[in-house]
């Protein structure tokens, strides 16, 4: 897999969730807006979703080398099966993070 084809397909998938969570947002217009952002690690691309500077939480995570999408269990560290990948139409994830199995 190609650094090009993850990093397009990454920014396309967060395009996708990040308006799963805008939708969710709509039905709470006076909370804060919250936002999706990426850290990179060295195997998986933590997704950050933060409505301050002050108030950050594990989304998910992102298997760079295969594009699954895994369910965060801490802020450290993902689930273990995967819930989606960055490559096909199944985000995943909703409005909240990862999905349940």
Known sequence: METKDVTTALATWLEKAQALVDKGHERFP???RRVLT??????????????GPSSRSAYCFVDVTTGD??????WKAPAKHPRGNIFTDALGVSEYGGLYL
Do not use: H, I, M
């Open 38 to 51: 990426l850290e990179p690690g060295r195997r998986y691309v933590k997704v950050v979703c933060s409505d």
């Open 30 to 32: 006076n909370n804060p």
């Open 69 to 74: 999408v895994l369910k965060a269990a801490s």
